[in-house]
């Protein structure tokens, strides 16, 4: 808080120098300050006086945080860490603000005046432009840092990072590696930080993939969704959804290759929807809404890329795989896609593929997302 002070400062002749036209000074000079309006901390007033001796000299107690205390919801790190009203209105929102966006409209500016610090350890298309246009549509401010920008856990440590961005900035977003990166963001934050990927889970992906379900299938709840592939960060999240919103979650992928068994748990426990886990692609589609792929081996595993085809053979979505769901069925993919690994050109470009509409969609859940972080 700014506190007011007023007082004397006594500095000596070769700490300050003044000069006019008629006069010079020497010796000490008594300064009278006015009152003023100071962001320094209360230590640094004593007795009325301002204290000119230097921090090396006058020792204090550590500055406290700038800015509140942030409510720990604010951050979004996980899509259970909300109940399905709150899951939901953002969603709602989503749709509000993608619509005003598409009217033409730009005198929506929540985002005015703010400033959005974005972390890149994994590069990424999708995840920058839709960031950053959704950021600067709204009136804000996106500032990229890339893997060389601050080599976070190496260079500098993260509760160092989390701390010095938050005093820049209102809002933090970042796309790592490690899970408990991003849990170690959160915790040393004073602003919302959400979470944009991290090699346990894709929270802002899933969003878009239920708002798109929404406009398409016409709802998210009762719905059968089935992932053919890797248990990777993308079924991860799927599941965390399964846990607040009720559907049919089913993972379709070759053994050994399954999702984490205790994400797998929690969401059963849950008792909220229909969880399974097969390695029978071809019964697993059978009456789905959506049939959802990814690449086989993410950033960071194309080392095992040649092995992973190998394995997961049978595990294609073609145009054969399909027919098996139904005619109702959609094509959704998280992109980028390899084309005629994990699924064929033909299902890409087929006319119920979605996969455009899901990557269009990241910026609009997106918005809602950060809407929410920041309680506008």
Known sequence: MA????????????????SSSSSSFSGNVLVRLPQLSLFSPPSRA????????SSSVTSSPPAPAFGKEKPQWNDFLHIDDFDKATI???LDRAAEVKALLKSGERVYLPFKGKTMAMIFAKPSMRTRVSF???????????IYLGPDDIQMGKREETRDVARVLSRYNDVIMARVFAHQDILDLAKYSSVPVINGLTDYNHPCQIMADALTMIEH??????TKVVYVGDGNNIVHSWLLLASVVPFHFVCACPKGFEPDQKTVEKARRAGISKIEITNDPKEAVRGADVVYSDVWASMGQKEEAAHRRQVF??????????KLAGPRAYFMHCLPAERGVEV??????????????QAENRMHAQNAI???????
């Not at 950060?370 to 506008?376: E, N, Q, Y």
């Open 3 to 18: 506190a007011a002070v007023s007082g004397h400062c006594v500095l000596p002749t070769n700490k300050l120098s003044l």
């Open 46 to 53: 004593i007795g009325g006086k301002i204290s000119c001796q």
């Open 88 to 90: 939901m209105k953002m």
């Open 132 to 142: 950053e246009t959704g950021f600067f549509l709204l009136g804000g401010h996106a």
């Open 217 to 222: 299938v016409g709802q998210l709840e009762g």
């Open 313 to 322: 053979q049978g595990f294609q979505v073609d145009e054969q795989l399909m």
């Open 344 to 357: 064929t050109d033909a299902v890409i470009e087929a006319p119920n593929s979605i996969v455009f509409a």
């Open 370 to 376: 950060m809407l929410h972080a920041l309680g506008l």
